[in-house]
């Protein structure tokens, strides 16, 4: 009797063993494919609900007293600073009358029709 297997029960064994570990690798990577996925919808669906910038910003001074300048809403040198709030029109119209400084980057005070 030959305990010995032969060339193909050692093929198909290997076959076997081959299948069996490209069918855990794709369920794993399917797994990392889902998480992209839901990641994906989340960050999409955050970005849905995120409210819409304010159209205008008054920038504070360090003690929270004084009015610093006015930005629009999507400046990026009021983003930089944390020390604005948002305002409406009518607040950015009246501080830039009241001689608060209109950003240089952003021009507020040209998007208003306020010239000097």
Known sequence: M???PS?????????????Q???????????WIADEERRD???????????PPPAWLIQYGLNRANLDAV??????AAA??????????EQALDALRQHVTPCVHC???TELGVLD
């Open 2 to 4: 030959n305990d010995k």
């Open 7 to 19: 060339r193909l029960d050692l093929l198909h064994f290997a076959r076997r063993v081959v299948v």
């Open 21 to 31: 570990q490209a069918t855990a690798a794709l369920a794993q990577i399917d797994g």
């Open 41 to 51: 919808a989340e960050r999409r669906q955050a970005e849905e609900r995120r409210p």
């Open 71 to 76: 930005h629009l809403g999507g400046c990026w």
């Open 80 to 89: 930089k600073s944390g020390r604005c709030r948002p305002v409406s029109r």
């Open 107 to 109: 021009r507020p005070d």
